[in-house]
């Protein structure tokens, strides 16, 4: 076999991985997909067509997806990507790069204030865990970027159906500096040293 069949056969692992994981956050916590994703399209306004597709638009919607464990981020976001026919585009990709800009244009004060009006929007259960998580996204830097290079990462590793394809994505994210650090702490805890070490062969 092949180095590069190793690493495919690594990746269609974690893919494994994240989808059992989704499956058992989806029915132990009888998680209705169709119903948060109206919640955060919501609380995001992501329907009303005043949304461009840039990251900026979408950091409200990025941010909000990092109070939930980073696989059922990536399962809302991939499930508001099926409405793109109402937004006008697909905004998956956007809202991924939000994520990966979550530092440095979080220090926008337009930007903070936008995303509190989306804190207040949302209309979750009272579930302490999830506001304390929120509060704490917002006002500690360090715990934001964990949250979005994990996002990041699960997303990188659903969406791509080999390492090739993976390495190219990885490359576009790891051109932000105060991003590349995480994601290869988040990639190396869901793989091994030997996958990371083959991101920069």
């Not at 585009?89 to 979080?106: R, T």
């Not at 702490?185 to 793989?191: G, P, S």
Request: aromatic content about 12%.
């Amino acid at each position: 076999m092949s180095v590069i069949q190793k690493l495919d056969q690594k990746l269609e692992l974690v893919q494994i991985n994240i989808a059992q994981s989704i499956d058992q956050f989806t029915k132990f916590n009888k998680f209705d997909r169709v119903e948060q994703t109206k919640v955060l399209g919501s609380a995001c306004r992501i329907w009303t067509g005043q949304k461009e597709e840039c990251p900026e638009h979408f950091l409200d919607v990025a941010f909000l997806l990092l109070c939930f464990p980073p696989e059922i981020g990536f399962f809302l976001a991939w499930n508001i990507s099926l409405t793109a026919s109402v937004i006008g585009f697909n905004p998956f990709g956007v809202i991924m790069e939000a994520a990966a800009k979550s530092i440095s244009i979080f220090k926008d004060e337009d930007v903070r204030a936008k995303i509190r009006v989306a804190m207040g929007n949302l209309s979750l259960p009272e579930n302490q865990d999830i506001l304390d998580k929120l509060e704490k996204l917002y006002e500690d830097e360090k715990f934001r970027a964990t949250a979005s290079a994990q996002l990041i990462v699960n997303c990188m590793f659903m969406v791509n159906d080999d390492f090739t394809k993976f390495h190219q994505m990885h490359y576009a994210f790891s051109a932000d500096p105060e991003i590349e650090a995480f994601l290869l702490v988040e990639i190396e805890k869901m793989t091994d040293k030997e996958f990371l070490k083959s991101l920069y062969e």
